[in-house]
């Protein structure tokens, strides 16, 4: 059995969304000091790294993370190969060949390679509201993309978040897919269970029966 971690590591100088707390170990404890053992404070934000949106956080009648059962961030799933797309539309999509029976689904898009590059790169590939459209009408649960927001970058209003919080779709955000093939896998996304937040940090892998 192979198990593929599609997490970010979380660590200082890593790539951060615009505006976002950026990442950050701070040291407590520190036996080399003649503490009695080591121990740190993390700082950052519900949405640095890979992380899931809750729907509240852009619905305000949305769940919080605390009230998402597991059992929707955990079974099978479809990854997509999308890369050489510009933006993630309804006909990219279309011609995926998704098998209908998944309701979870991971996009894999050129974002995966940005990952090598220590700051933010805005021009990450993201999905359009008719993606989103096509999304919900195929009633996908919970959708994955590989950089740091489902968004476009200075897109003026936040239709796409809008539209997957709106329709209550669980957005992980902050992947890695560069070890990814399109087809089925087990998804293992466990978020932080941080009551009443609108997002949490989480570790996400891919298990292969």
């Not at 998402?68 to 961030?73: D, F, G, N, Q």
């Not at 950089?147 to 957005?171: D, M, N, Q, R, T």
Request: charged share 20%.
């Amino acid at each position: 059995m192979r198990i593929i971690d599609i997490s970010v590591p979380l660590r200082e100088a890593m790539p951060i969304y615009p505006g976002d707390q950026p990442f950050a170990l701070e040291p407590m404890l520190r036996m080399e000091q003649g503490a009695v053992c080591n121990l740190s404070r993390l700082v950052m934000g519900t949405h640095t790294g890979t992380h899931i949106d809750a729907p509240w956080h852009f619905n305000p009648e949305g769940k919080r993370v605390h009230e998402i059962p597991l059992a929707r961030l955990i079974g099978q799933v479809w990854v997509a190969d999308l890369r050489g797309y510009p933006a993630i539309t309804a006909d990219a999509l279309q011609q995926a060949n998704i098998p209908p029976a998944f309701t979870r689904l991971l996009i894999k898009t050129d974002n995966s390679a940005l990952w090598q590059k220590p700051t933010f790169q805005q021009s990450y590939v993201a999905l359009t509201p008719d993606a989103c459209d096509w999304l919900i009408r195929h009633c996908i649960d919970v959708v994955g993309l590989d950089y740091l927001s489902v968004e476009p970058f200075g897109a003026s209003e936040p239709a796409v978040h809008h539209k997957l919080c709106g329709a209550g779709v669980i957005i992980i955000e902050g992947l890695n897919l560069s070890e990814a093939e399109t087809g089925a896998y087990e998804l293992i996304c466990m978020p932080l269970l941080i009551e009443g937040a609108d997002g949490a940090p989480a570790r996400v892998a891919l298990r292969i029966p």
